[in-house]
């Protein structure tokens, strides 16, 4: 069984910054993908930065040059850097690992980020 448990949320005022952390534990395969996604209410989920095992990265434009993605294959953690954060960054952000052997994915619970004016 794969858990995912994050860390980091928080409230911050528009400009500044948070680091999000994300680990997993369990059956990891060594080839996966970690990375992260972000709600607002009333809107869907959506893409944020992911990483795989082999340091390829994707980011969403919203977030480029804002935003980076590392991990800790070594502790199977992914962290999320969000420098100048702005008001519309404030979701809940999830965890995401998606493990390339089965192509299954995994979600974490979410933690909570919120931007003041």
């Known amino acids: 069984q794969l858990q995912l448990v994050e860390s980091g949320g928080g409230l911050v005022q528009a400009g500044g910054s948070l680091r999000l952390s994300c680990t997993a534990s369990?059956?990891?395969?060594?080839?996966?993908?970690m990375g992260w996604y972000r709600q607002a209410p009333g809107k869907q989920r959506e893409l944020v930065a992911t990483?795989?095992?082999?340091?390829?990265?994707n980011y969403a434009d919203p977030v480029k040059g804002r935003f980076t993605i590392s991990r800790d294959n070594a502790k199977n953690t992914v962290y999320l850097q969000m420098n100048s954060l702005k008001p519309e960054d404030t979701a809940r952000y999830y965890c995401?690992?998606?493990?390339?052997?089965?192509?299954?994915?995994?979600w974490g619970q979410g933690t909570q980020v919120t931007v003041s004016p």
């Open positions: 990483e795989t095992t082999g340091g390829s990265t």
């Open positions: 995401n690992l998606v493990d390339f052997r089965i192509n299954r994915d995994y």
């Open positions: 369990g059956n990891i395969f060594s080839f996966n993908r």
